[in-house]
């Protein structure tokens, strides 16, 4: 198939998504931006949302007059595409689908976009009920790892028990438990040293961002070191109340798929009687009004995704959390400052390291809390790349209790799971002693992965729920 295929620029969209296409054999048109812009950056809004959409669309018309496309395939967020964009893709005939990930908590983030695709590919069960009371269409395929990129090295066991990822909600705590129960724990990402050094393990962890995001995230850090003040400001504002949002533009998904209504750069925007040099009014007048990111305390939409009777704290853990598949590095905890982990914790790895730290552990850890979720009394949950990332690449992985991890591994035999502090440290301290139990999981939690959780078996379950067959 040939397939427009619009994502950010990130090393691990490219390695998983990018590179299982294209092992399956389709042809992508690839479009990318920049991965997580900061709404609350005026620069953002004034000039790089517009240009970015009106790329969009140049680059999608120049492929559909190159030849016909089987699919439009993104992995969108609001801070970066408007609406009205969507539909004038939509015109086309294309069939549009739109990837998103950490929707339990951060519905808010697609809100105002997800509804303008015919599918959106929604990994978390919880998030389903938001997206259809949205107008949206949403289809459950789960997460996934590359084998080609995830998998065991021949290295030996250095750490007992590791986690890799961001330090965010309770980890630390959980972590400084295990530690100070006298077990030997290690920890790698953003957030783990608060104090940063001069030395090769955080000059590596600079081109550790810069390999994930290219420039793109060293200029969001860079911003971000050099507007503290607006940045609080923005995280104080997003206490507020969210404002209502006047109705906006919404299609007819009925009237939008005359196979005689393409986007075509010679022929007005049917519907909208707009020639293509207009379309940049239409995207440029909706640069003030257009969605924004609910972590910075604009509006994206008129309605919370959180039940009313979980009150303020949930609101917040809502707005609160990382974006997209990658964990934001700029997100900080609101306990960050209570547990000092600098003894055992490190900067964030290059893809190559962090893939081979789970051969180098005994035990590796994993988190299923979503946000500050924690602070509220009720947990949100969901799986993440992690759950597939470390069994693909061998690792014996250990990981807070969540229902739905039943659905892909078989808890006890594949993985193992905990309920609370007590268990995690019980069951750390049995399988370090039992190394032989541990490596039978570690072989099983492998061979399940690699035959039934790689991205190409679920590109393959999307293409099938949309009714695509590559063209003779």
Known sequence: MRIFYAVPRSAWV???LRRSLEDMGHELVRFDFPGWPDEADADWQRFGKPRTNERLLSTFRAALRQGPLDLFFGYFYSSVVFPETIDLIHRSGVPTVNFSCNNVHQFGLVRDIAPRFDVCV????????DFKAAGAVPVRIQL????????PYPEPRLYDVTFVGQRYADRADFLDFLKGAGVDVRAWGAGWQTHKRLDLAHARAALALFEDERLDGIRRLVRRRLTPTRAAAARIASLAPVP??????RHDRSATHRPEARVESSTPAEGTGLAPSAEAEVIRSDAVRGPTDPRLGQA???RSTIPPSLGVAAERAQRYGPPGAREDPGYTSARLDTVDTSSYGGPRLLQTDLIKTFSQSRISLGFATAGASHLIG???THLRLREFEAPMSGALYLTEDQP??????????EVLTYVDRQDLLDKARYYLAHQEAAERIRRAGLCRARQEHTWQHRFRELFGVLGLRARP
Do not use: H, I, K, M
């Open 144 to 151: 996934a790892a590359n084998p080609r990129v995830y998998r």
């Open 378 to 380: 009720q947990r949100l």
């Open 300 to 302: 994206s939409s008129p």
């Open 14 to 16: 490219d390695l998983n």
């Open 404 to 413: 739905e991890l039943a659905e892909y591994f078989e808890p006890g035999t």
């Open 244 to 249: 209502e949002r006047a109705p906006g533009f």
């Open 122 to 129: 929604v990994p978390e069960l919880a998030a389903l009920a």
